[in-house]
């Protein structure tokens, strides 16, 4: 059953409903046992501090969020190459500090044995209280002209709107966004720092993988 809030949404990502599956999921399975009755909302809260497994998706999502963000900036471009590296890219290399022109490194994706493009890259390791604009998506192409064929920018936060549109602009060279979510994503697809659990659709966070990336 929908409600008030809900019958207003117009639209939601593919992200936001599966979040939403995934919250009714575990709400289900707290509230139902097999003999039908129906636990309270102490008994929820009893289950859940006795089992993490009954945890929301959204949680391992939080942490690892807060995870991301709390890198240093050089931390945070390790991080990036990394998962170029682990996406088979190759030749990844780190250029960032002073006077690296806005690219902090490249890396080549070879499409088959004969063709292959260059790609520069950016990181920008923002807290969620700061987003990225299309002023510096046009910055980080007007960097690219003649070093690289693709652009990719990665961003610890989010995108404003106009910086999608900026990304997507017909006739100039071709810029990939890659958000917090989009990080979390590659992560648990790639099975980085985090280990899957069997028995429901999350993660536990492996602290140690992140920690070399935390400081410069």
């Known amino acids: 059953m929908l409600t008030d809030e809900g019958r207003k949404q117009t639209s939601i990502s593919y992200e936001q409903a599966f979040e939403i599956f995934r919250d009714v999921q575990h709400k289900v399975k707290l509230q139902i046992p097999q003999d039908g009755s129906k636990k309270s909302q102490q008994d929820i809260e009893e289950l859940?501090?006795?089992?993490?497994?009954?945890?929301?998706?959204?949680?391992?999502?939080?942490?690892?969020?807060?995870?991301?963000?709390?890198?240093?900036?050089?931390?945070?471009?390790?991080?990036?190459?990394?998962?170029?590296?682990?996406?088979?890219?190759?030749?990844?290399?780190?250029?960032?500090?002073?006077?690296?022109?806005?690219?902090?490194?490249?890396?080549?994706?070879?499409?088959?044995?004969?063709?292959?493009?260059?790609?520069?890259?950016?990181?920008?390791?923002?807290?969620?209280?700061?987003?990225?604009?299309?002023?510096?998506?046009?910055?980080?192409?007007?960097s690219l002209q003649g070093k690289a064929d693709k652009g990719i920018l990665f961003t610890s936060s989010r995108f404003t709107p106009k910086a999608k549109t900026a990304a997507e602009r017909e006739g100039a060279t071709p810029i990939e966004l890659i958000d917090v979510e989009k990080l979390i994503e590659l992560l648990e697809q790639l099975k980085l720092g985090v280990i899957e659990k069997e028995t429901v659709i999350i993660y536990d966070i492996q602290e140690s993988f992140f920690e070399e990336f935390k400081y410069p």
């Open 48 to 142: 859940t501090d006795q089992d993490p497994n009954l945890l929301t998706a959204k949680d391992h999502k939080d942490q690892l969020r807060r995870i991301v963000q709390s890198f240093s900036p050089s931390g945070f471009e390790r991080f990036c190459a990394r998962l170029l590296r682990e996406c088979n890219f190759s030749s990844v290399k780190g250029t960032g500090g002073p006077g690296d022109g806005g690219i902090d490194g490249y890396a080549v994706y070879m499409v088959n044995q004969l063709f292959g493009f260059k790609v520069a890259f950016q990181c920008k390791r923002y807290t969620e209280d700061k987003t990225v604009g299309s002023e510096e998506v046009e910055n980080f192409r007007g």
